[in-house]
């Protein structure tokens, strides 16, 4: 993983300064994976490639240092967490909705000796309406595999308005971005651009939809999340 991870973010172009954190971070997750679903993906070769480097990537396409982040339906920390290792400038806060992710996502800050990292747990369309989170964050960012209609009405919502939402998707997202547009739009954004990445180390070629939040949220937004899975924008 160490020899991954050096190449990987010297092909980036990021510190290596970062790998320590990353090594524990991948033990960590490992070991608990072992009694708690975390990820698919466990063998450490690949965990260094398909999530550590995977996330690290997102920071040579968009300027990160000293921005609030959130990052909806975290995980196991991605990939708020790898972009908080490199750059630890950020103001990251990590949501999910389940309680055991989250106490993993506070023992892995522990063990890291990362400040700056608040952990919530509760539902994105929920946690939306608290006025400490709603409309607080200059970048909202989420690897999650969900609709990007359904993922933009969960994720704006804690995007100041100037900030970005990067959703991390395949490069074969077009038909799913065509029938996002006008859930875009309603919500207050539109599509500034779209970047492709290799992983390095890979064969494998993601793609990072930048969508900018121009006007205020609508008080209607987020819906109940059965409406948005039934309806969505």
Known sequence: ????????????????????????????????????????????????????????ALLTLERFQGKSVVDVGTGAGFPGLPLKIVEPSISLTLLDAQQKRVRFLESVCSALNLSGVKCFHGRAEEL???????????????????????LCELCLPFVKTGGLFLAMKSVSCQQELLEARSAVRQLGGVLEDTRDYQIPGSDVVHRVLLIRKLAPMPDAFPRPFARIKKRPL
Do not use: W
Request: aromatic share 6%; glycine share 4%; proline share 4%.
């Open 1 to 56: 993983m160490e020899a991954l991870l050096r190449d990987g973010l010297s092909q980036l172009g990021l510190p290596l300064d970062a790998i320590p954190a990353f090594l524990k971070y991948g033990e960590l997750l490992l070991e608990t994976n072992r009694v708690l679903n975390l990820t698919a993906i466990t063998e450490p070769d690949e965990v260094a490639r398909l999530h550590f480097l995977d996330c690290a």
């Open 128 to 150: 939306a309406r608290q006025e400490d989170l709603r409309e607080q964050f200059d970048f909202a960012v989420s690897r999650a595999v969900a609709d990007l209609r359904v």
